[in-house]
């Protein structure tokens, strides 16, 4: 244990209680994202492992430079007062993946500051390696998530599809699905585990830091790892594929989950051995540091710059809530909604991964056929206050089912529907799936009917919303999809949507929650 002089412990105190508030502010905006997608859930470790490298790295650290920068504390205030207005634009768009950049870009920014201020260029280039590690926790950009998810999924889906039918079994694809005789592996059972995939692409990056090897060796390493998880989760897939080959789909569902965590787990151990045999008998060239030279006195970021950074910290969010107070719409009517269940209901599971993506609060998907033969599928979802931003419509007919396997037809006249107190406005589609016509009625709106936030579809939609001060409070969304078999047309299925909503969809208004002032 090195035990330093008083004048040195002072500056590392300061140094430390600066880099403290940072990254605990840096923990508390992504743990949300990590409990709400079980993709990231690994960012809880991320932190440890952070602390480990730095640990590890403590005793060869440098000698400080000896230079000082006078501007920098008024510099490193300057860009942390962006906090504020990044917490009022979370605080209309809580899932904007651009937004949660930012955020974290920018505390990994003033770390690298902090750490010139004690330590100049010296303690840059040897600390900042592993305080990058973290970003590895941040999710991914939506658009490039979802191309990389769609892409796996189709793509291990068509590996599958080939090797079964070179193995005699017969096997087609549609979209991410996989037809058998047996049954029909679902989306999630033909997706390729992705979640494992983002988990070892970090365990990769921490085995690069952690033996720190150079930058080339490092790129190959995370290549290394993409392609480890990669063709394990092919494996997974292609057993769940014989699993209902052989037992049907109960065998396979049996099996979906234990599959996936094992994956997980083998994939960073077949990993941490692989990198462990290259860096014995390949010995990549590592960044190697020599003994640590004799110590000048330290920097030190000023105590008026910790308190300062504190104090913003804790602003942002208290600016947040004062933005939204004056414009909060909750003393209005609220209108709020349930499905009424009947015997012939069949309740299905929601997929982790559509968990993942939605983010809702409370969801339901329901399946009934009718006497007549017609099949109903219902998707029912809420999102509660900072759940959701107003981006909730990213949960749409044409963006879900095209991957599905099903073919959108047309976009026909919207259905009104009077549900008591409240009036929704159903948009129509026209699908096929194997040429049988659907019908699919889909509505979205908020749980203060008196005041609808508008969707934001683009980052000047999104920026407008948190300019008017929108931000929704409590947002519904039901999709019902209509198989009314071969003879079906739109007519019939407008009034068997209308009487299943009927039936089945209760709307109920509710005294204001918060008295008006």
């Given amino acids: 244990m090195v035990v330093l002089p008083p004048r040195q412990s002072w500056p590392l105190l300061l140094t430390g209680t600066g880099l403290a508030l940072l990254w605990a502010h840096f923990i508390t905006v992504f743990a949300a994202e990590w409990a709400i997608d079980e993709q990231y859930s690994y960012g809880f470790i991320v932190p440890l492992c952070t602390a480990y490298l730095l640990y590890l790295r403590w005793p060869e650290r440098p000698s400080p430079d000896a230079s000082r920068t006078g501007w920098l504390p008024f510099v490193l205030l300057s860009l942390a007062l962006l906090f504020v207005p990044l917490a009022v634009i979370r605080g209309s768009n809580p899932e904007w993946r651009a937004a949660l950049w930012l955020e974290g870009l920018l505390v990994y920014g003033l770390s690298l500051l902090v750490l010139w201020r004690q330590g100049g260029w010296p303690w840059l280039r040897h600390f900042g390696p592993a305080l990058a590690l973290m970003l590895v926790a941040i999710p991914w950009p939506r658009d490039w998530e979802n191309t990389l998810v769609n892409g796996l999924m189709r793509g291990v889906a068509a590996v599958v599809v080939e090797i079964m039918n070179l193995m005699g079994h017969y096997a087609m694809q549609q979209g991410n699905l996989v037809f058998l005789r047996q049954g029909v592996i679902g989306v999630e059972e033909a997706c390729s585990g992705v979640r494992s995939l983002q988990s070892t692409l970090m365990a990769a990056v921490f085995l690069g830091l952690l033996f720190r090897w150079r930058f080339k060796p490092f790129l190959g390493l995370v290549l290394l790892g993409g392609i480890v998880s990669l063709g394990l989760n092919i494996l997974r897939t292609l057993t769940l594929t014989w699993l209902t080959v052989q037992d049907g789909p109960t065998g396979a569902k049996e099996w979906h989950d234990p599959l996936g965590q094992a994956v997980a787990l083998l994939s960073f151990a077949v990993l941490f051995a692989l990198t462990w045999l290259l860096h014995r008998w390949w010995r990549p060239q590592s960044r190697l540091h020599p003994p640590p030279a004799a110590r000048s006195t330290p920097g030190a970021l000023p105590l008026p710059a910790s308190v300062g950074l504190g104090a913003v910290l804790l602003l942002a969010p208290l600016v947040s809530a004062a933005w939204y107070h004056t414009v909060d719409h909750r003393h209005e009517v609220e209108v709020a909604a349930q499905v009424v269940e009947t015997v012939p209901f069949k309740q299905r599971?929601?997929?982790?991964?559509?968990?993942?993506?939605?983010?809702?609060?409370?969801?339901?998907?329901?399946?009934?056929?009718?006497?007549?033969?017609?099949?109903?599928t219902l998707f029912f979802f809420y999102w509660g206050e900072g759940q959701t931003s107003s981006h909730a419509g990213v949960h749409r007919p044409e963006v879900c089912l095209?991957?599905?396997?099903?073919?959108?037809?047309?976009?026909?006249?919207?259905?009104?529907?009077?549900?008591?107190?409240?009036?929704?406005?159903?948009?129509?589609?026209?699908?096929?799936?194997?040429?049988?016509?659907?019908?699919?009625?889909?509505?979205?709106?908020?749980?203060?009917?008196?005041?609808?936030?508008?969707?934001?579809?683009?980052?000047?939609?999104?920026?407008?919303?948190?300019?008017?001060?929108?931000?929704?409070?409590?947002?519904?969304?039901?999709?019902?999809?209509?198989?009314?078999?071969?003879?079906?047309?739109?007519?019939r299925a407008r009034q068997q949507a209308e009487g299943f909503l009927d039936r089945h969809l209760q709307l109920v208004s509710a005294a204001p929650s918060v008295a008006q002032p």
């Fill in 349 to 376: 599971e929601i997929p982790e991964r559509v968990q993942a993506l939605l983010r809702f609060s409370e969801g339901a998907h329901y399946v009934w056929t009718d006497v007549d033969g017609t099949r109903y």
């Fill in 402 to 491: 095209p991957s599905a396997g099903y073919k959108m037809v047309a976009e026909e006249a919207p259905l009104a529907w009077e549900g008591g107190p409240l009036t929704l406005e159903f948009e129509t589609f026209r699908f096929s799936f194997a040429q049988r016509p659907l019908f699919v009625f889909f509505s979205v709106w908020d749980e203060y009917p008196g005041h609808q936030v508008p969707i934001a579809n683009d980052w000047r939609d999104r920026l407008a919303n948190v300019w008017n001060r929108e931000r929704v409070q409590g947002r519904y969304s039901v999709e019902l999809i209509i198989e009314p078999g071969p003879q079906g047309d739109l007519a």
